[in-house]
C-alpha cells in the first residue's frame, strides 16, 4: 500500500524555468511533509517542509505547496539550475506509537537542462 | 553540530553470507535512529527504527534484524543473505517533533 506516491519518475526543465514536482498521499494522519534531494551515491539531504496547519512554505528558490482536500502537495523550483538535477522524495510524517514514522514516495529523477 | 557515519560505502557478498552494516551519529544524545532500504527503481522502504538502547522495532518481515548497543550506534545484520538483499541501505537520525530526518551517505550492498 503507496500511501505516498509520486507518478511521474522523470522531469526534464530548461535551466531558468520553473520546476514543478508532484506528490500524492492517502493518509489523512499525516501532520507533517517534506522533500529531500539525492544525487547518486549518497544520502538523501533535506531540503524543504511543511506543516499540515499550512498551504505554502517558501525558501529561497524552492516553494513547497499543500492541498490538504486534495492530499496533494508540490515542490516549486525557481529558476531551476543545472545543480538542481537529482532525484527529489517526497515524505509524510506522522505520530506511530510514540515515534515519528516517515513514509517516502518513489521520487522523480529532475533533469535540469543548461 | 550532528554527523552521521555509515560504512562500509560498497559492498559486494556472496549469497548465504552474514552481513553487518554499522551506523554511529555524532553530536547527539538520545535520538531516533532509522534503517531505510532503497531498492532498484523503488522508493526508501523503512526496515527498522530504536527510539533508544535495545529498543527495536521493525516495519518489514525480512531476512534483516538490527540492534542498538549503544546510545548513538545502529547495526544493520543478517546471518545469511538473500539475492534480494541486494539495495542501498541507509542509517538515519530524527525525526523527533519537527526535525526531519537526516541522512547518511549509505551503502550499496551487492549480493550475488
Known amino acids: 500500500d503507496q500511501q505516498v506516491k509520486q507518478n511521474s519518475p522523470s522531469l526534464s526543465v530548461q535551466e531558468g524555468r520553473i520546476s514543478i514536482l508532484n506528490c500524492d498521499y492517502t493518509?489523512?494522519?499525516?501532520?507533517?511533509f517534506l522533500w529531500y534531494k539525492k544525487y547518486p551515491a549518497e544520502g538523501p539531504t533535506f531540503l524543504i517542509s511543511?506543516?499540515?496547519?499550512?498551504d505554502k512554505n517558501e525558501d529561497g528558490r524552492f516553494t513547497v505547496f499543500l492541498n490538504k482536500s486534495a492530499k496533494h502537495l508540490s515542490l516549486h523550483i525557481v529558476p531551476s539550475q543545472p545543480g538542481d538535477s537529482a532525484v527529489y522524495f517526497c515524505a509524510a510524517r506522522m505520530n506511530s506509537g510514540g515515534y515519528q514514522k516517515v513514509t517516502f514516495g518513489t521520487g522523480t529523477k529532475l533533469q535540469v537542462i543548461p | 553540530s550532528q554527523t552521521i557515519h555509515q560504512w562500509p560505502a560498497t559492498l559486494v557478498q556472496p549469497v548465504g553470507s552474514p552481513l553487518s552494516l554499522e551506523c554511529t551519529v555524532e553530536g547527539t544524545s538520545n535520538p531516533n535512529l532509522y534503517w531505510y532500504r532503497q531498492a532498484a527503481g523503488r522508493g526508501l522502504q523503512l526496515l527498522f527504527y530504536?527510539?533508544?538502547?535495545?529498543?527495536i522495532s521493525s516495519e518489514v518481515p525480512q531476512n534483516l534484524s538490527a540492534s542498538r548497543p549503544q546510545d548513538r550506534q545502529f547495526i544493520l545484520s543478517s546471518k545469511k543473505l538473500l539475492l534480494s538483499d541486494s539495495g542501498f541501505y541507509l542509517c538515519?537520525?530524527?525525526?523527533?517533533?519537527?526535525?526531519?530526518?537526516?541522512f547518511g551517505n549509505g551503502t550499496r550492498l551487492t549480493v550475488t
Open positions: 538515519a537520525w530524527g525525526g523527533q517533533h519537527n526535525s526531519p530526518l537526516h
Open positions: 530504536s527510539v533508544g538502547i535495545g529498543q
Open positions: 493518509n489523512s494522519m499525516f501532520d507533517y
Open positions: 511543511i506543516s499540515s496547519i499550512k
